[in-house]
């Protein structure tokens, strides 16, 4: 680590390729930053489109059947109400129903007690037996039981005779013969405002939900159809249709989102949440089951709502495994453009080497080092260029200094003798003045003693005293007298 630290603070060419590839990766960064934002929003803008798209088709298949059926349910009604007072014909209009239309799996039409003097109950139960004749139709037949209690305690019934209004209902087993999931169309007949009775139409939900699971925009997506209350009229899992809602699923294990989009889909919104179940991430996309206008079709409001659940992995997992890709494909990208960048920056940059190479050698004292030419044209041929110039240029100067310092020298040597010459003159002055000194210094002192001699017996001294040290001080006069000569003889010599 510490080896590529220093071989990145120390090379020119790595340094100028990272500092080009930082700038590159992060324009790259923010364009794909961008890119990947608007992409995650097409992708679900696109999945929306799709749902709706599921949706409204799914839904028109639904009503279809669903329109049918009350087509149907009501064309016999109005025969029923023409021949109210016929039971024998109840059996055929019911037997008629269920065999001419094929959404349609069973008929009841139950009267209220009493309301024939002469029998106690009434109604008419035709239902399909799942098998076919030879010509291929349905083979429909009449059971004299609905379950073992009575039909008017029954749900359908109770309901239908309370609420007084045709209307579907939530999804029932108690109606059909086979024990299947059936959803019911309810329509409570009256005799002038007498309460007569209800006839139920049992319309197989696996119909339904063969239309539900045809509704896939994803390979993993599916479809499900809430009820008033909560209650799953048609799912995928068939297992879910057993809980009562939405609500009481198995150990309560419904999480908080899941809730908040279920409560959302009771409430008749459109729209489309994200939430968390079983550890997987979905999106739900959904709206209320509205059904079409169609003149004289009852349109009480079913309340029931119908949503397309994504997991999150079909709507993103494309985009999340081109992103990874993209990301794989520009890392790589990047490390290749950094060493085609090195590579490039690096040869670029050899006359530089080669400058500082030679740099260092001049610096050494080679100032005859040469630099080669070059042909480049950019600021580092106009460098290596102005470089050879500098260099002879003081490969000149150097010369030329090195000539002044050897003339420099020999003169130095010259004056060097000079000054030897002049030092052992000197030494020679001094000798002699020395020697002069000390020549001078005993008639000096002879003179000074006899003058003092004089001095001390002036009063009493002879003659013959005064004669020989006044002669003696003429002696030792001569020799310094001598002495001087001889100084300003050789003085007078040396100057010649």
Known sequence: MLRLTKFITKTLSFKLSLKLLTALATLLMVALVIMFYF?????????????TATLDATLQRIDNILLSVEQSSGNIYWKILNHIDQPDKIDTYCQKLVEGNPYIVGCVIAFEPNFFKDRSTFYSYFHQTGKKDADG????????????RPYYEQSWYTNAINKGTPDWMEPQREANEGGKPITVFNMPFYVG????????????????????????????????????DGSYIIHPDSSKLDYKTVFSLKNNDLEPTAKEVAKAMLAGKTGNKKFHLYGTDFYVFYKPFERTVVPGRSMEALNWSIGIIYPEDDIYGDYRRLHYTVFIVAFVGLLLLLLLCYTFIHRRLLPLRMLSLSAQHIAEGHYDERIPDTRQQDEVGHLQKHFQEMQQVLNHHMGEMEQLTHT??????ELKAVYELAQAGDHMKTNFLYNMSNQMKEPIDEICLNVKGIKDQIGSMTDETNDELVGNILYQGEKITTALRQLLNDSEKKKQ
């Open 39 to 51: 992409s995650r929003k097409a992708v679900k803008d696109e999945a929306s489109l799709k749902a």
């Open 137 to 148: 139709k349905m083979i429909v037949v009449k059971s004299d039981t609905i379950l073992s």
């Open 193 to 228: 405002e007498r309460k007569a009775g209800v006839m139920a139409v049992g319309v197989p939900l696996n119909l339904l939900s063969k239309i539900v699971q045809e509704a896939k925009p994803s390979p993993n997506s599916f479809c499900a159809l809430l009820g008033e």
């Open 408 to 413: 420099l020298e020999e003169r130095g040597k």
